[in-house]
């Protein structure tokens, strides 16, 4: 039975399962995309979204709640001036993961996990580093 089951444990203790997730949120963020395994992409869903929920209201009091789960504070400003604009009309489901097929080393299915509105996040992300 799976009563009670709150989070897939993804061989860590709490601590680096936090870290991990903290992590692969930053990455997200900054990049728009990321391809990682579909165990940590659904994970990884449940600490982006209330962010990206959080992030639609631009205050001091949201953005250091999410500077709290974030490492980077290029990250945090990207998550408030480039991700939420772009997603500010949607009710939610701001995500989207596709899978990739199988990783050759160790066989882990692979995903690719994306921000729903993409285009406005990776023309600022190319005109960044172009």
Same mark, same amino acid.
């Given at each position: ?13 709490s /601590?680096?399962?936090?870290a ?8 997200l963020?900054e ?12 994970e990884?869903?449940k600490?982006?979204?209330?962010l990206? /929920? ?6 001091v ?5 999410? /500077?709290?789960?974030?490492y ?35 066989n882990a ?8 509105e ?13």
């Amino acid at each position: 039975m799976r009563h009670r089951l709150a989070h897939r444990k993804l061989n860590r203790d709490s /601590a680096g399962r936090k870290a991990l997730l903290r992590g692969l949120a930053t990455q997200l963020v900054e990049h728009g995309t990321l391809v990682t395994t579909v165990e940590r992409a659904k994970e990884l869903r449940k600490v982006v979204e209330p962010l990206v /929920a959080l992030a639609r209201v631009d205050s001091v009091t949201n953005r250091r709640s999410a /500077a709290a789960t974030l490492y980077s504070k290029k990250s945090v400003g990207d998550l408030f001036t480039k991700v939420a604009p772009a997603n500010a009309e949607r009710k939610g489901g701001y995500t989207r993961i596709l899978k990739l097929g199988f990783r050759p080393g160790d066989n882990a299915r692979r995903a690719l996990i994306e921000f729903v509105e993409p285009k406005a996040i990776k023309a600022e992300v190319e005109a960044v580093n172009a």
